[in-house]
């Protein structure tokens, strides 16, 4: 995962601006509007709710890395994975998530100790993936935790198609013909902007992640060791 630096390392994740990336498309107004994208596992026990939710106020991007691949095994989870064993993310303000119901199920492992990976303990759904604290202000929603079908519109509809892939070299085949280009370099600034703009709009809390008084996960970690990883 990656991106701009120390932020790189959150989820394979933090770069591109929807501005650049070459695989870009243009939208039509209708698809601009903000939603509220109702948020649900596999099996219903938890729900929540994306607000302000459309193309141009998140980031979604296609991961191959290596642990977002690992995550879907550890879950054992392949139908997360596109065929290439990508994963589709969306970014988004931790202000902008809620959870209504079943926040008993949540659990969290890291391979490293800058990432944490958020799953229900019922169904292994993947939830998002976070900084390992709460102070960075992105999360990276996973796709399979969306409920597009709630919500009334197709996933390209309220996210706006992918602008961009990362970590290519790590697939598992051949990427589909319409797989979005990798990021250009002026998406790096163009996505900084709009992470520095959650930053300073205080948008990192509340979290629905981390503890608000303690500032500690809401699920203790299961942290891997090197071995454990290598055999996922």
């Keep these: 995962m990656d991106i701009f630096a120390p932020s790189a390392m959150v989820f394979g994740c933090f770069t591109k601006s929807i501005a650049d990336a070459p695989s870009a498309q243009p939208l039509h107004s209708a698809e601009l509007m903000p939603v509220d994208l109702p948020l649900r596992c596999r099996c219903g026990h938890m729900r929540g709710v994306a607000s302000d939710v459309s193309p141009s106020t998140g980031l979604r991007f296609v991961c191959y890395c290596k642990d977002c691949q690992a995550f879907a095994g550890f879950l054992e989870r392949a139908d997360v994975l596109d065929p290439a064993g990508g994963t589709d993310i969306f970014q988004i303000p931790p202000a902008r998530m809620k959870l209504t119901a079943g926040a008993d199920a949540m659990r969290c492992l890291c391979f490293s100790g800058k990432v944490l990976r958020w799953y229900t303990d019922c169904c292994r759904t993947p939830i998002a993936n976070t900084a390992a604290g709460p102070r ?41 013909p319409d797989a979005p280009g990798p990021p250009s370099l002026g998406a790096y600034a163009g996505h900084a902007s709009r992470v520095l703009g959650w930053w300073v709009r205080g948008l990192n809390r509340p979290t629905p992640f981390f503890d608000d008084r303690t500032k500690a996960p809401r699920a203790v970690p299961r942290v891997f060791t090197r071995s454990e990883r290598a055999a996922l």
């Design 136 to 176: 960075f202000p992105v999360i990276g929603v996973v796709h399979s935790f969306m409920d597009h079908e709630a919500g009334g519109r197709s996933r390209d509809e309220a996210l706006g198609l992918p602008r961009c892939r990362l970590y290519e070299r790590s697939a598992v085949g051949p990427l589909p």
